[in-house]
């Protein structure tokens, strides 16, 4: 049996210690980024870029990017809205690109990927209201509002989801699979 997907870690630039070449999603964007972009946004400080790892090896499961986002507060619903205090723009974080491995699809990863990076988030010492997400396509926005995850009225692959409410979600535990 191989073993599972278990540690949660920043991306190495290393070849031995993470395979960025060899991590195929099928969303042939998405692994073009990890081979050609990540570890560059890393250095230059522009997303956060986590893997899912397997012990002993250098094989990656799956990855996700945070960024520093902002959202404009008349693009979030009223019942959010009104509990904000009225500063126009309103402290995001930007969950940029979610991926799992082909071969680990259809296992749970993708939901504990989702919940790594929500508690990354909630323990990074930054305020920030609502996690917001760009899906590539309805598809993956589906599994997004899976989780509880809204689309923006005007920008229906743009999501969002609260702190308060992520935090809540029972489907965002770390220990769900
Ligand atoms: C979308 C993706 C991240 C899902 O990851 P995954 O590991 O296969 O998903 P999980 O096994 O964690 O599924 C968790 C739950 O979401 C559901 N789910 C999975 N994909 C879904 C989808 N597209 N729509 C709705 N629900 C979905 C699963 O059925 C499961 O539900 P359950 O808890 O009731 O069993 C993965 O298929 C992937 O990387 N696809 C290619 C890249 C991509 O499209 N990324 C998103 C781009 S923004």
Redesign the pocket.
């Known amino acids: 049996m191989t073993a599972p997907c278990l540690i949660f870690e920043q991306l190495s630039s290393e070849a031995a210690t993470h395979d960025r070449a060899g991590f195929i ?3 042939a964007a ?1 692994d073009q980024y990890l081979k050609t972009q990540a570890s560059q946004d890393m250095r230059r400080g522009l997303a956060n870029v986590v893997v899912a790892a397997k012990p002993g090896s250098n094989e990656i499961c ?1 990855y996700y990017t945070l960024s520093a986002a902002s959202v404009d507060l008349t693009d979030l619903p009223e019942s959010l809205r009104g509990k904000l205090p009225r500063y126009g723009q309103v402290p995001a974080v930007l969950l940029g ?4 491995a082909q071969k ?9 990927l989702l919940a790594d990076a929500v508690k990354r988030a909630d323990r990074s010492e930054l305020g920030w209201a609502a996690l917001t ?5 309805d ?2 926005a ?2 997004y509002r ?1 989780f509880g995850f809204h689309s923006f009225p005007h920008e229906p692959l743009l999501l969002w989801g609260s702190r308060r409410e992520l935090k809540a979600l029972p ?1 965002l535990r770390r220990d769900r699979a």
């Open positions: 999603s099928g969303e998405l799956g690109r979610l991926a799992v680990a699809q259809g296992q749970g990863l993708g939901a504990l997400i760009k899906a590539k396509h598809k993956a589906s599994f899976r489907g």
